[in-house]
């Protein structure tokens, strides 16, 4: 390793979090120093673009299961406590934490000064404490970078500390297994083991924004992608993996502001929390997806994928170790991006979903407490193959398109979208990119050039003026004709064959979306009441 490497001491660290007796620590290295790292310790491997290769271990994705907030003062009475939000002891807090530090004592760490929110008035300088190298680096890609002049006088709010290879005693620590994410907001510090997958780092960053700024700064956090066209218009993209929230907002036609996490402020920014994209690469394809498989070159992390036989190209298709194949990768990787990642309030928000039934129009607009109801619903599907044990199409729900990153109530964050909607006139639309003719193994997925051509129209303002038709059950108004889109599949009865068929299916789906509001009603105004769907009884 070079000198610059090795700048630093412990000082801060033992002043600041008590880490004490450490090996060497390296603070801020280079992309080129973590990947010679990387590959020297036998953690990851060089593809022929230029990425780095990683596996992350046993855990290939987040363990919700494994995600806790402490409970004390500050967070016993707003914190939304269930099944998402799970208590974790302040003292059991202490105790995790005091091993975890005798862990890493003589070992080497490295260090990473960064922070969030690309609006200047709401930023969260961080300091993230890592094991391993690759770790490093994807906080290096997936946070804002500091310039070298305010590294020097860098002072972090929140602090993450991530050993994957230190694994908790559940009947000691108190947790459930031996992985971990626990966040204390009362110390701002998140602390991360057990488990490799580095989504942990950004999702428990997220949902720190995620209380902090709706709570205290009466922003609204958001679990989207966000765009911005030739004349300035910013679009909004909410969705649940696999809907095509990353791939939908990369449009080389509009300079991206950001892929995953965004806040709305009072001022009407829209700004980016993060520095770069963490998209999925399974059946990734230059053809299908150019700006993001362009962007996997040096400097990028490759998680869990397969190869082409011995070689180091990557097999995109390839599922062996999971389907939840990623890369993360700086935002500068795409060429048109906003600089600094900021946009104005949205002329129109996209809620996406991939609906495995079949019965959701590819694009409707939604009136205002139907916008409230979908936002709370947060609906998509699971489908055969994308998680083990399923066969067959599971419904989902996710408050807010992002329940499992919400330490609030979700009707805190709904009231909030559904005034700064009316404040600012916003267009909001339901884009199924699912299935069409028929579910899942009967019907075909929606294809993508479709898909963009209609986004398009909505962004353009050519669906403005076109005849709408409202479906019975879901109450959806839909387009009769759009550019570039066969007439035939705006209606999504009208691509089935067993018209029967197709009403069972689309009640099969009403009923579950009544039944998961069920939780929510008490919360609920009449007009969002109103949006549900009506179940057809025969």
């Known amino acids: 390793m070079n000198e610059f490497g090795k700048r630093g001491s412990n000082t801060n660290l033992k002043s600041d979090i008590g880490l004490d007796n450490l090996g060497s620590i390296f603070w801020n290295m280079s992309p080129a120093e973590l990947v010679e790292d990387t590959v ?255 962007a996997i070159k040096f400097g990028a992390i490759l998680e869990n994928i397969g190869f082409e036989g011995e070689s180091s190209t990557p097999d995109y298709d390839c599922d062996k170790i999971t389907q939840n194949t990623r890369v993360s990768y700086p935002i500068h990787h795409i060429d048109n991006i906003m600089v600094p990642s900021k946009g104005t309030a949205p002329k129109n928000i996209f809620f996406l979903t991939c609906d495995a039934f079949g019965v959701l129009p590819p694009i409707s607009k939604l009136d205002s407490g139907q916008a409230m109801y979908h936002f709370i619903s947060g609906y998509t599907a699971k489908v055969a193959g994308t998680e083990a044990g399923i066969t067959e199409p599971q419904t989902v729900f996710s408050a807010c398109f992002g329940a499992p990153f919400l330490p609030l109530h979700p009707t805190k964050y709904a009231e909030m979208l559904g005034e700064k909607i009316e404040n600012n006139d916003v267009n909001v639309w339901l884009v199924n990119t699912g299935w069409s003719g028929g579910a899942y193994g009967t019907g075909s997925r929606m294809k993508l050039s479709y898909t963009r051509s209609m986004i398009t129209a909505a962004l353009t303002g050519k669906l403005d003026n076109v005849e709408y038709i409202k479906d019975d059950i879901f109450g959806l108004n839909m387009p009769t004709e759009c550019e570039d889109v066969p007439t035939e599949i705006l209606n999504p009865v009208n691509t089935w064959e067993d018209k029967a068929a197709f009403e069972k299916k689309a009640n099969e789906l009403a009923q579950a979306f009544v039944k998961n509001f069920e939780i929510f009603e008490s919360d609920a105004s009449e007009e969002i009441i109103n949006a549900a769907p009506k179940v057809m009884v025969k």
């Open 40 to 294: 020297l310790l036998g953690e990851g491997v060089l593809t022929d673009s230029g990425a780095i290769a990683v596996n992350t271990g046993t855990f290939t994705g987040r363990s919700p299961e494994d995600r806790f907030i402490v409970c004390d003062e500050k967070t016993e009475n707003s914190v939304w406590w269930g099944k998402i939000n799970k208590k974790f002891d302040a003292e059991k807090f202490d105790a995790l934490y005091d091993r975890m530090k005798a862990y890493l004592t003589g070992k080497d760490v490295y260090v990473r000064d960064a922070y969030a929110c690309a609006d200047e008035d709401y930023r969260m300088n961080i300091r993230v404490v890592t094991e391993l190298p690759w770790s490093n680096m994807f906080a290096h890609n997936m946070f804002l970078r500091p310039t070298d002049e305010e590294i020097q006088n860098f002072t972090p709010e929140w602090h993450v500390v991530c050993a994957p290879n230190f694994m908790a005693d559940p009947e000691i620590d108190g947790t459930r297994q031996s992985n971990y994410a626990v966040i204390n907001f009362t110390k701002k510090m998140i602390i991360i083991g057990g488990t490799g997958y580095t989504g942990e780092i950004k999702k428990g960053i997220f949902s720190v924004l995620n209380y902090v700024l709706p709570f205290e700064k009466n922003v609204l956090s958001m679990h989207c992608s966000a765009n911005v066209g030739e004349d300035g218009d910013t679009a909004v993209f909410f969705g649940l993996s696999g809907t095509g929230k990353t791939t939908l907002s990369s449009d080389p036609l509009r300079r991206l502001i950001g892929d995953d996490e965004h806040g709305w402020a009072d001022n009407g920014s829209v700004f980016n929390f993060e520095g770069g994209c963490y998209a999925k690469t399974i059946n990734l394809s230059k053809e299908k997806e150019p700006q993001i498989y362009d």
